[in-house]
C-alpha cells in the first residue's frame, strides 16, 4: 500500500464555519482522517455531524474554514467537485432514484457508454451483478426499480455505488440505521475490507458500541462545537458518553 | 321643490348648450378604450380624431389596458375633467355600468362604442352583426348556390357573435332549407374560433359526405383559411364557395385568387366616422334620438331597449374588391398577389 | 439463476396463458390497454358513423371511420400535439411542467409567417428557396431560445414552472397578438407547405412509403437481434424465442399495415386531373364509375372510373416527421446519459443531485428541447393551415399535457414513456375527429374529450395499486 506517510492527513477539515440563518449549525470544527482509517463522528441529533460531513460530500456550502486533501486545499462547491476528489457518500435519507433500477443507481452520474455513447446498460447490469454478488449475494432483483427493495437492499446498492467508483475517501452517514443484524454484520465486515485496502472512513453513528468496535478515532460534536477527538483504544464506553452528554472531554485522552 | 330646482338647472344647462351649439367650438369629446393592443382600434382613434377636429372640438383619450377597474378609474378622470361627450369601448359590458350612471349623473351623454352595454340613457353604435349573417347568406345565394350540401363552421360556442351571425345566415337561408333545397350537412361551433380547429372539423365533414360539399358558410376569415386549407387537400379549393368576414388581408387576397367567395367587412374607420359625427352632434345638444341614423335596438343580452345606430358591412367579393384598396385598407399588390392576370377586374 | 438459454417462467402455468405472454415478451399491460381502448373506439366510430347510411360509408364495418382517408387524415391531424406531447412527457416526468406550449405555437408560428410572408416574401420574390429555409430555422432557433429562457428562469431563478410558463402562456400569446396584429398571416411559402401534408407535393406515394416500412421492419428486427446478442454476451436470462418472434411479429403487423392503409387512400379526383393537365399525363379511355377513385376519358370529359389513371398517397411529410420525433425521443428517454437523468431527477431530485447530476442543466435542456419541439409543431401547424394566426395553437398546452397523462405518464413525475404519450395523443384526436364525423355539438366532444381524460388517469391508478 503506497499510502502517504502518517504525517499527511487524506482529510483535514480546518476550522470549519456553517450557519443556517444566523445559527451556527457548525462553529470552527476542525478534524482529518488517515489512510486507512476510520473516524466515527458522534453527538446527539442536532450536533452538527451531518452537516459538517456535507461540506465535505459538496451538498453545503462552507461559511468559513479550508479543506485539505492529501495536504492540498480543495475547493468542493457540489458533490461532482467532491466526486471527482474520490469522496463518496451514502447518505443517511440513502438517496436513490426511486423510478430506475439498481444498476442505474449504482451508475447515476457516471455512466456507462459505448463506442456510440449511448447507455450500456447491459454492461452496467452485468458490473452490478458482480459488484452486488460480492456484497450482498442474495440480491436478485436488478431489474426492478429502487422504490421496490427492502431497506437492507438499498443500503447494499448505495454501499456499492460507493465502492464501486475506488473511492478514496468515504462517508457513511448511518449506514446500519435501517439494517438488520445480519445486513449490520455485512456492513461491519466490508468496513474492515475497505479500510484493509487504505481507505479512509468517516462514519456517523448514534450507536456508541458500533463505533467502538468499527473506528479507530472517534470526533464528538456538542452544539455545532467539537468536543474533543480521542483514540478509541485508549478510552472506555462511559468517557464517550460522557464527552456526548457533557461535552467533556476526558482528561487521560490525547 | 327640489325637483322643480333640478329640472330648472336641466333646462338652464341645456339652454347653455343650445348656446354654445351656435358656435359649435370648444367642446371636448372623450374616449375610454378598453385597449391599444388590438391593432384596428388604432384606425378607429384616426377617424374619431378626424371628425372631432375638423368640427373644432378636442378629442382626448384614455387607455384602460385590459382591466375593467382601470377603465372605470379612467372614466372618473373624464368626469372630473368636466367632458360632454365620452365614448367607452367596454372592456366588461357588465362591470362598466356603474361607471356610466356616474356618467349620466354627471350630465354627461354616454356612446356604447362597438361593445354593448345595456344602459338605456347611452348610444350604441356599432355594426349589425345579425346583418353580417345576413350578408353572407345572401352573396351564397347571389352567387349561384341556393341548393345542395351546406357546411356550417360556426365561431365559439361562448361568444353571442357566433349565434347572431348564425341567426342572420338561417334567416336568409330558411326558405331554401325549408324547401329542401338546402341541406345541413355539417354544423358545428369552433373552440375560440380557432382556424385549425374550423380545419379538422371541415376535413371530417368532407370525411362524413365523401366530398360532397357544395358551399361551406365560415363565419370568420380565420376559419375561412382553415376550410380553405381543408378544401385544398381534396382538390376542392375554388369550387366550393366560402364566406367569411373581417377583411383579413389574407381573406381578400383569396377572394381575389377565387378560393373565397366573400369577406364581409366592417370598415372600423366607417364605424369611428359615425361615432364621432353622433358625438359632435351630442355634444351640440342634439336630442339622443335625434342623431342621424338611430334606431331603437332591444336585441342584447338583457332585452334592454336602447338608441342605437346600426352600420351595415360590406360584403367584399371579387366584383367589389376595388372598394377596400381604394379605402387604403390593403394595397393592390397584397390582395392580388398570385392572382392570374385578367382575373380579377380590381387586379388589373 | 444467469444461466445460459432460455428462461423457465415457473408459475407459468398458475398465473394463466395471458401472463406468460406479458412476462415472455415484456411488454407494457398499460400500452396493451391503450392500444385495445384504441381499436374499441375506432370500431365503434365506424359501426356508429355508417348506422342510418347503409351502403354509403367505405369503412371496415360499414361506416366512414376505418377507411384509408380517415385514418391517414387521422394521422396528420394528431402530429402538431404528438410531437409537442413526446417534449411534454419529458418535462412532467422531471417533475416539471409547461403550460405555455400553445402560445409558444402561435407565436412561433406567427414569426415564421412574419418571416415568409412580410420580410422575405417581398425582398426575394415568391417562392425563393430562401425562404422556406428562413421559416423552418426561424421557428426552430426561437422555439429552443424561448425554451432555453423558461429553463433558466425554472432552474437557474427557481421560479417554479408552473408560474413561468403560466407567465408564458399568458405573454405569448400577446406577443403572437402584436406580431399578427391581430389577422392571418398567409400564403405560407409553397415548399414550406410540404410540412403541413396538406398538398400532393408532401406526400411520399406508395413507394418510398413501402420503403420505409421495410426500413423500419429491419430495425425492429435488428434491435431484438441485437437486444438478445447483448443478453447473451453478459450470460443474462434470454426472452424465449416464441416471445421474440412474437415481438417481432407484433411490430411488423403495426409497421406494415399502417404502411398499407397510408398507401390505400387514393388522392382527391380533383387533384390526379389538376396533376394529369398541369404534366401532360395521358389519361386512359374507360367507363365512367362514381364510386371509382381513379380517372379516365369518356367521350371527351374527365370522369371517375375504377380503372384508369391514380395515384395514392402513401405517408405525409409530418406523418413521418411525427414517427421519427418519436422513435428519436423514445431513443433518448431510454438509451442516452440525458434521458436516464431525467428519469433519475424525476424519481428523487435530491438524489440525482448528490449523485453528481447537474439537475438545472437538465432541466434546461429539457425545456429547450420542449421548445424545439414546438417550433417543429408549429411549422406542421402553420405549413397545414397554409397560414398562421395568433389563434392558431392556443389551448393546445392542454391537450399536449392531456394526451401525456392520458399515455401514462404520471404528474407526480418520474413515469412516464413516450409511445404511450403519443398514444395518448392519438386516442385523444380519434374521439375529437370521430364525434365530428358523427357531427356531434362542439360542447360534447369537450365533454366526452374531459371524461376520457379523468378516466384514463383514474385506471391507470387502479393498476399501480393493484401492481404494488
Redesign the interface.
Known amino acids: 500500500m503506497d499510502a502517504p506517510a502518517k504525517d499527511a492527513p487524506l482529510v483535514e477539515l480546518r476550522n470549519i464555519s456553517v450557519s443556517f440563518g444566523g445559527i451556527k449549525a457548525v462553529d470552527d470544527v476542525t478534524v482529518d482522517l488517515y489512510p486507512g482509517e476510520v473516524v466515527g463522528l458522534l453527538g446527539h441529533n442536532g450536533a452538527g455531524k451531518s452537516t459538517l460531513i456535507k461540506v465535505l ?1 459538496g ?1 453545503y456550502r462552507r461559511d468559513a474554514g479550508q479543506i485539505f486533501i492529501n495536504g492540498k486545499e480543495v475547493h468542493i462547491n ?3 467537485d467532491a ?1 471527482n476528489l474520490g469522496i463518496e ?1 451514502i ?1 443517511q ?1 440513502l ?6 433500477d439498481a444498476a ?1 443507481n449504482l451508475y ?4 456507462l ?1 459505448t463506442s456510440w ?3 450500456d ?3 452496467m ?2 458490473e452490478a ?1 458482480r459488484v452486488m454478488g460480492r456484497l450482498n449475494p442474495n440480491f ?1 432483483r436488478f431489474k426492478e ?3 421496490s427493495l427492502s431497506g437492507g437492499q438499498r443500503q447494499s446498492v448505495a454501499i456499492a455505488r460507493a465502492i464501486l467508483f475506488n473511492a478514496k475517501i468515504l462517508i457513511m452517514d448511518e449506514p446500519t440505521a435501517a439494517l438488520g443484524p445480519q445486513e449490520t454484520q455485512m456492513v461491519a465486515e466490508l468496513i474492515h475490507e475497505l479500510k484493509r485496502q487504505g481507505l479512509g472512513i468517516f462514519l456517523i453513528d448514534h450507536d456508541i458500541h458500533s463505533v467502538m468496535k468499527l473506528c479507530d478515532r472517534a470526533s464528538v460534536m456538542k452544539n455545532g462545537q467539537l468536543v474533543g477527538t480521542v483514540n478509541v483504544g485508549e478510552v472506555s464506553d462511559d468517557d464517550i458518553l460522557g464527552m456526548i452528554i457533557l461535552g467533556k472531554k476526558p482528561a487521560k485522552a490525547a | 321643490m327640489f325637483k322643480t330646482i333640478l329640472l330648472a338647472s336641466v333646462a338652464v344647462a341645456s339652454l347653455f348648450t343650445a348656446a354654445d351649439s351656435a358656435f359649435a367650438k370648444g367642446k371636448t369629446i372623450a374616449v375610454s378604450w378598453k385597449t391599444f393592443q388590438e391593432e384596428r382600434w388604432k384606425t378607429d382613434e384616426a377617424a374619431i380624431k378626424a371628425v372631432v377636429e375638423a368640427a373644432g372640438d378636442k378629442y382626448i383619450s384614455t387607455d384602460a389596458q385590459g382591466s375593467a377597474q382601470k377603465q372605470a378609474a379612467d372614466i372618473d378622470s373624464l368626469i372630473s375633467q368636466k367632458v360632454d361627450v365620452i365614448m367607452v369601448v367596454a372592456f366588461d359590458s357588465d362591470a362598466i355600468l356603474p361607471s356610466i350612471k356616474a356618467i349620466n349623473d354627471a350630465g354627461i351623454k354616454a356612446i356604447a362604442y362597438d361593445v354593448q352595454f345595456e344602459d338605456p340613457n347611452a348610444l350604441y353604435i356599432t355594426f349589425d352583426n345579425v346583418g353580417v349573417g345576413r350578408l353572407m347568406g345572401k352573396t351564397m345565394l347571389a352567387s349561384g348556390k341556393k341548393a345542395g350540401n351546406f357546411a356550417f363552421i360556426k365561431g365559439d360556442k361562448g361568444d353571442p357573435n357566433a349565434t347572431f351571425l348564425f341567426q342572420g345566415i338561417t334567416e336568409v337561408l330558411k326558405p331554401q332549407m325549408d324547401a329542401g333545397k338546402i341541406k345541413v350537412a355539417c354544423e358545428t361551433f369552433t373552440d375560440g374560433w380557432k382556424p385549425d380547429g374550423a380545419q379538422k372539423e371541415m376535413e371530417q365533414c368532407l370525411t362524413a359526405n365523401n366530398n360532397k360539399i357544395d358551399a361551406v358558410i365560415s363565419e370568420n376569415d380565420g376559419m375561412a383559411s382553415g376550410v380553405v386549407a381543408a378544401l385544398t387537400a381534396q382538390g376542392l379549393a375554388g369550387q366550393v364557395p366560402v364566406t367569411g368576414q373581417d377583411g383579413d388581408k389574407a381573406a381578400l387576397n383569396r377572394v381575389a385568387l377565387g378560393t373565397q367567395l366573400v369577406s364581409v367587412w366592417k370598415d372600423s374607420r366607417a364605424l369611428g366616422k359615425v361615432a364621432a359625427e353622433a358625438a359632435v352632434a351630442l355634444a351640440d345638444g342634439t336630442k339622443i334620438d335625434k342623431v342621424k341614423g338611430v334606431t331603437k335596438f332591444a336585441n342584447g343580452k338583457n332585452k334592454v331597449e336602447m338608441n342605437a345606430i346600426l352600420l351595415t358591412p360590406d360584403p367584399i367579393t371579387k366584383a367589389n374588391l376595388d372598394d377596400v384598396i381604394k379605402a387604403g385598407w390593403i394595397t393592390k399588390a397584397e390582395a392580388c398577389a398570385g392572382v392570374k392576370a385578367g382575373t380579377v377586374a380590381a387586379c388589373k | 439463476m444467469a444461466t445460459e438459454g432460455e428462461t423457465k417462467p415457473e408459475p407459468a402455468r398458475r398465473e394463466g396463458l395471458f401472463r406468460t405472454f406479458l412476462n415472455a415478451t415484456e411488454l407494457d399491460i398499460r400500452i396493451l390497454g391503450m392500444v385495445g381502448a384504441l381499436l374499441v373506439i375506432w370500431c365503434g366510430f365506424d359501426i356508429y358513423s355508417g348506422i342510418g347510411r347503409e351502403g354509403e360509408g367505405t369503412g371496415l364495418l360499414g361506416g366512414f371511420f376505418l377507411t384509408p382517408r380517415n385514418l391517414w387524415t387521422l394521422l396528420v391531424q394528431t402530429t402538431p400535439i404528438a410531437v409537442m406531447t413526446t417534449g411534454m412527457v419529458l418535462v412532467i416526468v422531471m417533475r416539471q411542467i409547461d403550460l405555455s406550449v400553445g402560445s409558444m405555437l402561435s407565436m412561433l408560428a406567427v414569426t415564421g409567417a412574419v418571416v415568409q410572408v412580410f420580410i422575405l416574401g417581398p425582398s426575394l420574390g415568391v417562392g425563393h428557396p430562401v425562404i422556406w429555409v428562413a421559416g423552418v430555422v426561424t421557428c426552430l432557433v426561437a422555439g429552443t431560445l424561448v425554451g432555453i429562457f423558461n429553463g433558466v428562469l425554472t432552474a437557474y431563478l427557481q421560479i417554479p414552472a408552473f408560474i413561468v410558463t403560466l407567465g408564458g402562456l399568458i405573454a405569448y400569446s400577446g406577443i403572437a397578438f402584436l406580431l399578427a396584429s391581430g389577422v392571418t398571416i398567409a400564403p405560407m411559402d409553397k415548399t414550406f407547405d410540404v410540412f403541413g401534408g396538406g398538398i400532393p407535393e408532401s406526400w411520399i406515394g406508395p413507394f418510398w412509403s413501402w420503403m420505409l416500412g421495410a426500413a423500419a421492419c429491419a430495425l425492429i428486427i435488428y434491435a431484438l437481434y441485437n437486444g438478445r446478442q447483448k443478453r447473451r454476451k453478459f450470460k443474462f436470462p434470454l426472452r424465449p424465442m416464441w416471445a421474440e418472434v412474437t415481438l417481432g411479429a407484433i411490430g411488423a403487423v403495426a409497421v406494415l399495415g399502417t404502411t398499407w392503409v397510408v398507401n390505400s387512400y387514393p388522392w382527391p379526383f380533383n387533384l390526379i386531373k389538376q396533376y394529369a393537365e398541369a404534366n401532360n399525363v395521358t389519361i386512359p379511355d374507360g367507363v365512367e364509375n362514381t364510386d371509382g377513385n381513379a380517372i379516365c376519358m369518356s367521350a371527351g370529359d374527365v370522369v371517375r372510373c375504377t380503372d384508369g389513371l391514380i395515384y395514392y398517397t402513401g405517408y405525409a411529410v409530418p406523418v413521418l416527421i411525427a414517427l421519427v420525433v418519436g422513435a428519436a425521443m423514445t431513443f433518448l428517454s431510454s438509451r442516452t446519459k440525458f434521458g436516464r437523468y431525467i428519469f433519475a431527477i424525476g424519481g428523487n431530485p435530491e438524489a440525482a443531485e448528490l449523485a453528481g447530476i447537474n439537475t438545472k442543466w437538465v432541466t434546461v435542456k429539457v425545456f429547450a428541447l420542449m421548445g424545439f419541439l414546438v417550433g417543429l409543431s408549429s411549422i406542421i401547424a402553420s405549413a397545414r393551415l397554409d397560414a398562421a394566426t395568433n389563434a392558431l395553437g392556443q389551448s393546445n398546452e392542454l391537450y399536449v399535457i392531456a394526451a401525456a397523462v392520458i399515455g401514462g405518464t404520471s404528474l407526480a413525475g418520474g413515469v412516464g414513456t413516450v409511445y404511450g404519450a403519443i398514444l395518448g395523443a392519438l386516442t385523444m384526436q380519434s374521439i375529437q375527429s370521430g364525434m365530428q364525423l358523427l357531427n356531434l355539438p362542439a360542447a360534447f366532444q369537450n365533454i366526452v374529450v374531459g371524461t376520457v381524460l379523468v378516466i384514463a388517469v383514474f385506471v391507470d391508478q387502479l393498476y399501480r395499486r393493484r401492481v404494488k
Open positions: 460530500s451538498a457540489n458533490p461532482r466526486k457518500t447518505y435519507a438517496a436513490l432514484a426511486d423510478n430506475v442505474a447515476l452520474g457516471r455512466e457508454k455513447g449511448l447507455l446498460d447491459a454492461a447490469e452485468a451483478r436478485k426499480p429502487a422504490k
